[in-house]
Structure formats: structure tokens, C-alpha cells
């Protein structure tokens, strides 16, 4: 199957117009020595059918979550997609556009941009959102540069309630020598704040804190965001966007920074990607948030229209100087997680964050009726870990009922309650917790 | 004028619902606490599903993607993207896996991420691939990083800067920056290739790597690229390579056979997955055999007869990413291989070479080619005849190119080149087509000469005109505000 056009002989016509004979002619810039001298050793090609029953069987050799009772979560959630959002994501003038350069033909693009970033600044009640960045932890290690760039200090103190895969970024995203997290210990399973506030004393940029964290639990945001403030830092907050339905968001704590993982807002699980890095700052970090803005300006004719705004700050203008290298965001992403909070609009995005808690509460009660109380006991919204010393057996008795269990950490599992989760489901669970 | 979708909010009229939990309900006052909650009603747009779905149908037709038409966007490679890619990546057993399921029910998900591997190994001679990074400056990031730690392993900590040629995409320069490192410029010659002097010059114990685009910025293969690469080598760098432009060589040569040590690639780019208005795109980056310890876990390894993901290599710079890169587009990419296959990845590249060649011969009269002579899968034109004789620039012709409905080149770029029209018709393009858009080229370069007033008011037919970038930049209003007015 190929998607090149011209016939043979158009090929030829086209090579004698340009005084050639052979397509090979067009190669000859090409020194022998790194020519290849051999065919390519990959399988041969494939008509559409073939490749419809390849990947139909490759697919058949998974197990989606989406498709049963899931409990995994741990930055990724089985939310609902509606009908509306896939269909509309297959509109191609979406999909098939390059980044919106010229903005006389890019206005749709540019204005749901526009549109995303005023949702994720509604959200967390922050100032200003960028265009999108990769994914949430690559948001968060964007930010730590940020806040070290801002308080030309380099030390970021990082409570270890934050999730594992961030913190793995943000250490090679050190490598850099931009910033330096230090990682603070946690044993109750939210933020030490003695630990923490001794270490941002210590000339810190920003003191990161997940709400809700890696095991779920609301973190002391409130004390934390004074002690950095008094430090002299930065607050960074890393969010899950669906619990901002309900819970205080960053901009009422004080976050300096917001970022988070976008995936809730209306992207499929898809092994971890593509999602969307959500980034957005109070105004006097406005101009020098990484990533692409839109803004809001005139034609000239006076109507309102969008361009890629504030672009001093990019790679493609200011490059050995810029501060970030982000040019490809995750733009159809960022699309899908604006059009999904237009459908869900302000009262469906609540009544899912209070239904997936509902359900979270009522898991725990059950769980620890069963004899598995919390493994550390704090509040949570809709996510938490329970204390069981056999994780992996409980994982397998429930993979053979066709139920995908929870994440197996050190001391227990860590469990996750989206809106596609009932109460059958959970009474389920609890059987199998219970060896049944 | 198109509202915005919080111009169109009508309280209440949003009638989406979702069932109650059958539970016991909660007070969120006791079980959250008071002080975590959120004071007041959420401020997101209520807007009933058919005024959503009309919204957002509205805003596509004011888009244009490569199904409305030619796209010669320069280093962009804007191909067709085939929509049995489309229909794979949405399949249920592939985007609805979680990433933390257990390995046995991901193996399908696991053999695609294994060969796509693989066949990018063979496609650009490394030895191994990471798919990882999350678009192409994320996979030079990547790259870059594992320069820093292999110098860092030798205990060379001297090397603190990265070379990048005057041509380069601007990415390159920034990546360096954001790894840490000084960047020093490499010249272009005459000919628009490295200048080896100059590059000879700026080589020493200090330099950790040259990065480099082959064919480079101006669409011209790097002739002496094994030259460059034996300089770059003696004197204790790496060379890096940046795939932006690979659609111009699959099955021709091989950056691994050029001395390339770390290649990345656009999946998004060379291997036909939709760009999405600005993402998601896909950066995996390979390494030659020296390299492979660095590379970020985890790694995707076949183990008896399942895959397995390892994390067992101490000397990895780690994760740059959660999970295990954009893998919905991976599938994407996987799907598009195996429809071409090596012969036709090959003609591929043959044809998206024959075309830009075809584009440049047929222009070459109107419009000035800076290095007019056998380029790869683009090349770059000017504006010099229009700028001086009629003031009529680059931008100029760009924007009067949207009333012919074609998206412009790519300008002012490479920065080397004065009023600089970077054109790139990939090989999804038809004879006809090329003959088209040539044609609109001349009669552009014609009203450049005989109305060049109606050139730099251009353009008269989108849905703006020339929108106010200094405005925008000067007085940012970046988000829609209630009180703004509509």
C-alpha cells in the first residue's frame, strides 16, 4: 500500500524534464561509501487488508483496561470519552495541520487554543496557561527550570508523596545543572512539613507539591505554600484537572505554578500516551513559560483573530538562549481535553469528581471492613492506598475474573475510582481482597 | 466573527448527566474537609452538546490540515497521513491499555513497540532505539543528555560545549542550552555545506558533539560527512543526528553508516503521523552499540516468548517521560511501515526527492535559488528578485499564497538565507499538483512585478487578513475574560 501518486511514466516525464534518465541520478550528492548497497530488511509491504487483520490480531493479544472493571490509576484513568468528543477529533482539518505558523488560514486551531487555555486557567485559577507541554511530569520538570531560572536559585524540594515516574524525570531532567530536587521523606504518606520546611530554608527555588498526591491523600497545601513563600520560593503545584471540580485550585492556595497530567480530560488510556503536560503560571512568570501561547489581537480590518504570541521566549527565535526547547506540543491533546470540558461543561465535570468520590469512599469503608484499612490514614478524593501484604495474589485472583486490579506498591495497592467504576464493580473487588 | 465558545455560555443549558453512584452519598465538608474545597461554581463554558459539536465543526473549517491540500511546509515533511493509521491507533485493544497493566495482557501492545524499534534501527543503521521522547526536540533532548552522560562516564567533564552549524533548526541550539551546555556556531561554506575549516577551527577537548541535519536545512546532502565525522570523532565528540529531514534518504543511506553515533526521528515527520495542529508527535532516538547503556529505560526486550519492560541498566540517563513515549502515534508509525515496506519507504524518498528537484527547476526562472543545484527532499528559494525590484518580500509572497488555497512554504528559515522560502513538496503529491502550485508561484512572482500592492496586502480571501503580531505580543490578552468585550 502507497501513497505516492505519480504513475511510472510520470516519473520518467518528470526526470527527463530535468535532463535525467534514472531516479538514481538524484542521489549521486550521495558518497558511495554511505550509499546503501542493499535493500532495506524490513517486512514486505502490505495491502489495507492485510494490514486491517495484523493489527486486529496484534490488538486481540491485549487485554484493554477500558473494556473491564479497571482500578489502575496512578496518572493514567479509565474516564469516560463521550461520542461527541471521538467524532469530532476526526474532523482532519484538525488533525492533519502543522503548528498554526500562518494564522490567516489556522484561526480554528488558534481560537481552541485560546479556548483550552482559558479553561485551564478557570480550572486552576491561575493567570496564564501555555499551549500545552508532553505530559505531566514532563510539565513539572519545565517548571522546576522555570522556578530556577525566576529565583536564580537552584534547589527544588521534593516531598517523596510525589509520584515515582515524576521524580524520575525531574533527575534526568537535572542533568542539566538548571536545578537540583532534593527529595524529602515522607513516612505518613503527606508532606513532612518539618522535613520540608528545614530544606526550603536552604535557599530553595520551589517546593513542589502533588495535590492529590501519589497515594491520593489532599496534602497541607496551605502551610506549605507559607513556608515557601517565607523561603522566598516558588509553590508548584502538580494536579489531577478532574478534582478541580471540587477542590480548592492552585491560583486560591498561592501556586506560583500549576502543571498536571491532562489525560482525565478526555484522552484514552492508550499504554501512556499521547497526553497532555498542562502548565500555567501567575502573570509575572508569564514571559517565561515554555511552550507555545496563543493571544488574542486585531486584523486589518479590526476583527478579532489569534496568533502564536509572546514567541521571544522560543527556540526558533531565541535558540542557544531559550529556556525551554519545546517546539511539537501535544496541541490535538490539548484540543480533546478543551472540547471534553465544553461537553461536560461546569455541573458534568462536578458530578463525576463527587460521583468517582463517592464511590472511592465507599470502596475504602468496604476494604477496611474486610480488614484493609488505609496505608496511611489521611483524606483522600479518589484515589488511595490499602495496607495488604499479598498485593500480588489479590492482583491475580482478580485478573481471572476479568478485572484489572490496583498498582502494586510497597506495603499494599494503590487503588483508583473513575466515573466508569460502580458499585458492583467495587463489591467485586472487595471479594477478591477477601480471597473470594 | 467567529464567538468564542464562552460567548456562546447559557447557564444551565449544558444537559449532559451522569448516572449517581449508587452509594451511600457523602457530605465532602467531612470526608475532604471544608478547607479544600472549592468556593463557588466552576466557570467552564455551559453550552448544550449541539452548540458544542457546532462550535468545534465551526472552528475546523477554519483550519487547514494536509486533507484540504498541498502543504510545502520546509522541514516539516507534510505528507498525506494514511487513515488506516488512524483506524489502528483507535483500536480498543490498543488505545484503551493502561500503562501500569500487567505485562501479560499488554504483549500485542508490546511486540508494536518492539518492532517499530527495530525497523527504525534498519531504516537508519543504529543498533538501538528508544521510543520514549514525546516529539523530535524531546528525542534531541534525549539525545543530548546521553552526550552529556557518556563524557560524564569517561570522567571527561571538560566538554561544555556542543557545536551546531549556522543552518541549524533552532531547536538545536535550544537543546543544547536546556542540556547545559555553551553552544558555538559552525559556518556554512559557499556551497552551502559545513564549513570544514571553520568546523576543524572550533573543535577541541572542549567540545562534547556536533549536531547535524543530513540532507541539511538548505535540502543539500553533506557531502563530507564522513570527513566531518572522522574530525568530530578524533577529537573525542559525538556526532548527533537530527532527523528532521530522513524522508529524503530511507533505503539511500543511513545516518549509522555515516558515523552518526545518536540519531532522532519524527515519527510525525519521515513515518506519515498526523502532526494534530501542533502535536503529538514521537522523537525516538537511537544509539550506536557504544551507546546502548545510556538509553532511558524502560527498555522494550523479548524475553523467551513474551516482551518485558527493562529497567536494569544502571548507567541509563533514566526517564524523560511517564510512562513509555506517545505510543497511540507509535502505532501510527508501526501501521505505516508495514504498508510501505523497505521498497516503499525507498520510493518514498526517491519520489519526495524527485519532487522538490521538479519544484525547484520549474521556479528557478522567477524566483532566485540560492544554491541552485541538486537538492534532496527540499530547497530553498528566495525572494531576492521580488525584494529588489518591488519591495515585495518573502512574507508577502507566503501570504498571497493562501489566496491560491495553499499553505505556505516555510520562511525565514534557514537564518542564513536572506527572505528565505523553504519548500518541501513531499512525495504524496501529484505531477499535477506540483504544476499547480508552480504556476500560482509564477503568477504571485507577477503580481509581485506588475501589483506589488496586491502582493503585500495579501491575503484577501481567509476568513482575517493580516492579523497585528506586535499588538498581540505588546498588550498579551491570552485568555478570554468575562468582562472582555465580545
Known amino acids: 500500500m502507497r501513497f505516492t501518486p505519480n504513475t511510472d511514466a510520470v516519473v520518467q516525464e518528470m526526470l527527463e524534464s530535468l535532463g535525467l534518465q534514472h531516479i538514481e541520478e538524484l542521489f549521486e550528492d550521495i558518497p558511495d561509501e554511505v550509499k546503501m548497497d542493499r535493500p532495506l530488511d524490513l517486512p514486505p509491504e502490505m495491502s489495507e487488508i492485510e494490514l486491517k487483520s495484523l493489527l486486529t490480531a496484534l490488538a486481540a493479544r491485549n487485554v484493554p483496561a477500558a473494556d473491564h472493571p479497571c482500578f489502575l490509576g496512578a496518572g493514567a484513568y479509565d474516564s469516560y470519552i463521550p461520542a461527541a468528543l471521538e467524532q469530532l477529533l476526526l474532523r482532519s482539518e484538525f488533525y492533519t495541520s502543522y503548528t498554526p505558523y500562518q494564522p490567516e488560514i489556522s484561526q480554528g486551531i488558534l481560537q481552541g487554543i485560546f479556548e483550552y487555555q482559558t479553561m485551564i486557567c478557570q480550572l486552576t485559577e491561575m493567570d496564564v496557561s501555555n499551549a500545552s507541554l508532553y505530559d505531566g511530569a514532563t510539565a513539572l520538570a519545565e517548571a522546576c527550570t522555570l522556578a530556577a531560572v525566576h529565583t536564580r536559585k537552584k534547589l527544588v524540594v521534593v516531598p517523596e508523596t510525589v509520584h515515582p515516574e515524576y521524580k524520575q524525570v525531574l533527575e534526568t531532567y537535572a542533568l542539566s545543572g538548571h536545578f537540583e530536587p532534593v527529595f524529602v521523606p515522607c513516612p505518613n504518606g503527606i508532606m513532612d512539613l518539618n522535613a520540608v520546611s528545614d530544606l526550603a530554608k536552604n535557599q530553595a527555588a520551589a517546593l513542589v507539591v502533588q495535590h492529590p498526591n501519589f497515594f491520593g491523600h489532599l496534602e497541607p497545601v496551605g502551610a506549605a505554600a507559607d513556608l515557601i513563600h517565607e523561603a522566598g520560593g516558588l509553590l508548584i503545584m502538580a494536579v489531577d484537572p478532574l478534582s478541580l471540580a471540587i477542590l480548592k485550585p492552585p491560583g486560591a492556595w498561592g501556586a506560583d505554578i500549576a502543571v498536571g497530567e491532562g489525560q482525565p480530560l478526555g484522552n484514552p488510556l492508550s499504554f501512556g500516551g499521547p497526553y497532555l503536560g498542562f502548565m500555567a503560571v501567575t502573570r509575572p512568570l508569564m514571559r517565561k513559560i515554555p511552550g507555545r501561547i496563543v493571544g488574542q489581537t486585531t486584523d486589518l480590518e479590526d476583527r478579532r483573530g489569534f496568533v502564536l504570541t509572546l514567541q521571544a521566549r522560543e527556540q526558533h527565535i531565541r535558540r542557544e538562549k531559550a529556556g525551554s526547547n519545546i517546539c511539537s506540543n501535544q496541541a490535538l491533546n490539548a484540543l480533546a481535553a478543551a472540547i471534553y470540558l465544553t461537553l461536560m461543561g461546569p455541573r458534568g465535570l462536578k458530578q463525576i469528581a463527587l460521583r468517582c468520590h463517592q464511590l472511592a469512599v465507599y470502596a475504602q469503608k468496604r476494604l477496611e471492613e474486610a480488614g484493609f484499612p488505609l496505608l496511611y490514614n489521611q483524606p483522600f478524593f479518589r484515589e488511595f492506598a490499602v495496607k495488604t501484604p499479598d498485593a500480588g495474589s489479590i492482583n491475580r485472583r482478580l485478573q481471572e475474573q476479568g478485572i484489572i486490579g490496583g498498582l502494586e506498591i510497597e506495603g499494599g495497592m494503590l487503588l483508583a475510582f473513575t466515573e466508569k467504576r460502580s458499585r458492583q464493580d467495587i463489591d467485586r473487588l472487595v471479594a477478591a481482597f477477601k480471597g473470594e | 466573527?467567529?464567538?468564542?465558545?464562552?460567548?456562546?455560555?447559557?447557564?444551565?443549558?449544558?444537559?449532559?448527566?451522569?448516572?449517581?453512584?449508587?452509594?451511600?452519598?457523602?457530605?465532602?465538608?467531612?470526608?475532604?474537609?471544608?478547607?479544600?474545597?472549592?468556593?463557588?461554581?466552576?466557570?467552564?463554558?455551559?453550552?448544550?452538546?449541539?452548540?458544542?459539536?457546532?462550535?468545534?465543526?465551526?472552528?475546523?473549517?477554519?483550519?487547514?490540515?494536509?486533507?484540504?491540500?498541498?502543504?510545502?511546509?520546509?522541514?516539516?515533511?507534510?505528507?498525506?497521513?494514511?487513515?488506516?493509521?488512524?483506524?489502528?491507533?483507535?483500536?480498543?485493544?490498543?488505545?484503551?491499555?493502561?500503562?501500569?497493566?500487567?505485562?501479560?495482557?499488554?504483549?500485542?501492545?508490546?511486540?508494536?513497540?518492539?518492532?517499530?524499534?527495530?525497523?527504525?534501527?534498519?531504516?537508519?543503521?543504529?543498533?538501538?532505539?528508544?521510543?520514549?521522547?514525546?516529539?523530535?526536540?524531546?528525542?534531541?533532548?534525549?539525545?543530548?543528555?546521553?552526550?552529556?552522560?557518556?563524557?560524564?562516564?569517561?570522567?571527561?567533564?571538560?566538554?561544555?560545549?556542543?557545536?551546531?552549524?549556522?543552518?541549524?533548526?533552532?531547536?538545536?541550539?535550544?537543546?543544547?542550552?536546556?542540556?547545559?551546555?555553551?553552544?558555538?556556531?559552525?559556518?556554512?561554506?559557499?556551497?552551502?555545506?559545513?564549513?570544514?575549516q571553520d568546523l576543524e577551527s572550533k573543535l577541541g577537548p572542549h567540545i562534547a558533539g556536533l549536531m547535524l541535519t543530513n540532507p541539511n536545512t538548505l535540502g543539500l546532502f553533506e557531502e563530507n560527512i564522513l570527513e566531518i565525522s572522522r574530525l568530530v570523532h578524533e577529537s573525542g565528540g559525538l556526532l548527533y543526528y537530527d532527523g528532521a529531514n530522513l524522508n529524503a534518504i530511507m533505503g539511500m543511506a543511513r545516518p549509522g553508516d555515516m558515523g552518526f553515533d545518536i540519531v532522532h526521528v519524527n515519527l510525525h515527520k519521515t513515518f506519515g503521523t498526523p502532526h494534530g495542529g501542533g502535536g503529538p508527535g514521537s522523537g525516538p532516538v537511537g544509539v550506536k552499540q557504544h551507546l546502548t547503556e545510556l538509553l532511558p529505560v524502560p527498555r522494550v526486550i523479548p524475553q523467551g516468548d513474551q516482551f518485558i519492560l527493562d529497567y536494569n541498566y544502571p548507567d541509563s540517563i533514566g526517564k524523560v517521560k511517564q510512562f513509555y513515549g506517545n505510543f497511540g502515534v507509535i502505532v501510527k508509525a508501526y501501521t505505516y511501515i508495514r504498508a510501505l515496506g523497505g521498497e516503499g519507504l525507498k520510493e518514498a524518498s526517491q519520489q519526495a526527492v524527485l519532487n522538490a528537484n521538479y519544484v525547484k527547476h520549474h521556479l528557478s526562472d522567477e524566483y532566485y535559488i540560492p544554491f541552485d543545484r541538486l537538492c534532496k527532499h527540499e530547497f530553498v528559494a528566495t525572494a531576492k528578485h521580488q525584494m529588489d525590484s518591488n519591495k515585495v518580500s518573502a512574507l508577502d509572497i507566503a501570504k498571497s499564497l493562501l489566496d491560491y488555497g495553499y499553505h505556505p512554504p516555510t520562511i525565514y528559515f534557514p537564518l542564513i538565507v536572506r527572505e528565505a522560502l523553504m519548500i518541501e513538496p513531499p512525495e504524496t503529491e501529484s505531477r499535477e499538483r506540483l504544476d499547480d502550485f508552480v504556476a500560482a508561484m509564477k503568477e504571485i512572482a507577477k503580481a509581485a512585478r506588475e501589483n506589488p500592492e496586491l502582493v503585500k496586502g495579501a491575503p484577501h480571501h481567509t476568513v482575517v487578513r493580516r492579523l497585528d503580531e506586535v499588538k498581540a505580543a505588546r498588550t498579551p490578552v491570552v485568555r478570554w475574560e468575562e468582562s472582555q468585550d465580545a
Open chain 2, 1 to 196: 466573527m467567529s464567538m468564542l465558545i464562552f460567548e456562546k455560555s447559557r447557564r444551565a443549558s449544558n444537559k449532559m448527566n451522569i448516572p449517581p453512584a449508587e452509594v451511600e452519598p457523602v457530605d465532602v465538608t467531612k470526608t475532604i474537609g471544608e478547607e479544600y474545597l472549592r468556593n463557588g461554581e466552576l466557570p467552564l463554558p455551559d453550552v448544550n452538546e449541539v452548540e458544542a459539536v457546532r462550535h468545534y465543526t465551526a472552528l475546523s473549517k477554519r483550519a487547514y490540515g494536509v486533507d484540504d491540500g498541498f502543504y510545502p511546509l520546509g522541514s516539516c515533511t507534510m505528507k498525506y497521513n494514511p487513515k488506516i493509521d488512524e483506524w489502528a491507533a483507535r483500536l480498543p485493544g490498543l488505545a484503551g491499555l493502561h500503562p501500569y497493566q500487567p505485562l501479560e495482557t499488554v504483549q500485542g501492545a508490546l511486540q508494536i513497540m518492539y518492532e517499530t524499534g527495530q525497523w527504525l534501527c534498519e531504516i537508519t543503521g543504529m543498533d538501538e532505539f528508544s521510543l520514549q521522547p514525546a516529539a523530535g526536540a524531546h528525542g534531541e533532548m534525549t539525545g543530548v543528555m546521553m552526550i552529556k552522560a557518556y563524557h560524564k562516564k569517561r570522567g571527561d567533564e571538560g566538554r561544555n560545549t556542543v557545536l551546531v552549524p549556522d543552518s541549524a533548526h533552532g531547536t538545536n541550539p535550544a537543546t543544547a542550552n536546556v542540556v547545559g551546555y555553551k553552544v558555538v556556531e559552525v559556518k556554512s561554506d559557499e556551497r552551502g555545506l559545513v564549513d570544514l
